[in-house]
């Protein structure tokens, strides 16, 4: 076992080598019991479907360190469950809601030591997938596949405060009408570097997806999904075929409602209708809550509560989100998987 030395302030989302993985393989019909392992490199066919047409899907939930020692992961079942359905899109085989929690679980205890500390603002990105391998070299389903899970510490994602960013709207797709867009599979993500490195550019935090049919009403911020608050207590988010339907805006949509009595709309965020919202978001596991400062679309800048100061609305939802994430606020019924803690007392 490696003990790691970092610095836990200065950590951002970057590739660190933690000490175990988790690989299960399928063959003959079945996932085995899978195995953690030291090995970071995969071998695998050259005629591989994830290396030739995308055949493959991911995820991405976090484990949060508790003042008490223990550790929170938050929601497995639902990334279990949207990985099960991204599988099913690119005809891989489902791996079950009990193995991907039972991996996402030894990874965690295997790399105990690489969550970062209680009230640091850092936690551990686990990154679960499924990839068809195996020697191929039609366009077919893979005669094997690999589940695996590995994990990075991460830092705060707002380092000195959460502060409005602002985004452009894209001219480009990320997926089509009923494509691939409300799965969690590569494609999307190769289909959204050149969009993303433009806004980027043009120093935007990132960009805006309209939808892709009629090009008229708002569906993801990047790689994370929008909310937006009105005058009148309504939290409106993108109702879309298209859109990855992010369990941070699942959560958002009950604690809104719940804990913040506002009303929650799933519908069109037309993106000529802006200035009825007073505050908006950006929200998914590594973006937590982003308040979007202001959006450019064609000429013009349109800014929502402020560019420099936090709405009162997205602030209460974020303390509400992080609060039940380490375990500060008290969670609704089965959302944290709570791990004991080597340390604990
Ligand atoms: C395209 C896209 N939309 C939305 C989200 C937010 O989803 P979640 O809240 O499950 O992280 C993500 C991140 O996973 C994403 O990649």
Redesign the pocket.
């Known amino acids: 076992m490696s003990v790691p030395s970092i610095d836990w302030s200065t950590l951002g989302f970057n590739y660190i080598k933690t000490d175990y993985r988790y690989l299960s393989h399928w063959r003959d019909d079945a996932w085995d019991n899978g195995v953690l392992t030291e090995d970071n490199v995969l071998h695998i066919s050259e005629g591989s479907t994830a290396l030739h047409y995308g055949q493959q899907c991911f995820e ?1 939930l976090k484990a949060y360190r508790c003042k008490d020692g223990s550790i929170n992961l938050f929601r497995p079942d639902q ?1 279990a469950l949207r990985m099960q359905r991204s599988c099913d899109r690119l005809m891989m085989p489902r791996v079950s809601v009990e193995q991907f929690i039972e991996a996402c679980t030894q990874v965690v205890k295997a790399n105990e030591h690489f969550i970062p500390p209680y009230g640091s603002g850092g936690s551990l990105y686990l990154r679960p997938f499924v990839i068809g391998v195996g020697d191929n070299i039609g366009v077919r389903t893979a005669p094997e596949f690999i589940f695996g899970v590995f994990c990075i510490p991460v830092g705060a994602y707002f380092k000195g405060g959460m502060k409005p960013c602002d985004f452009i709207i894209s001219d480009y797709d990320r997926a089509a009408p009923k494509g691939t867009g409300a799965a ?1 599979v590569g494609g ?1 993500y190769a289909a959204s570097l050149l969009p993303g490195a433009e806004a980027k550019q043009a120093g935007f935090a990132d960009c805006i997806y309209l939808d892709p049919l009629t090009h008229s009403c708002i569906e ?1 911020v990047g ?3 929008f909310f937006a608050i009105t005058e009148d207590k309504q939290l409106v988010t993108p109702r879309s075929a298209s ?2 339907p ?4 699942l959560s958002l949509m009950q604690l809104a409602k719940d804990r913040l009595g506002l009303t929650v709309v799933e519908g069109d965020v037309r993106v000529d209708e802006l200035s009825r919202f007073t505050e908006a978001g950006a ?4 973006a937590v809550i982003t308040p979007i400062g202001g959006i450019q679309y064609g000429d013009n800048l349109h800014v929502f509560h402020s560019r420099e100061t936090v709405g009162p609305v997205t602030q209460r939802l974020y303390n509400e989100l992080t609060g039940i994430q380490s375990g500060d606020v008290e969670a609704p019924a089965g959302w944290i998987v709570n791990i004991p803690g080597s340390q604990q007392a």
Do not use: Q
Request: hydrophobic share 30%; proline share 0%.
């Open positions: 991405g990334n969690k999307n993801e790689s994370a999904n859109v990855l992010g369990i941070t805006r929200c998914g596991t590594a």
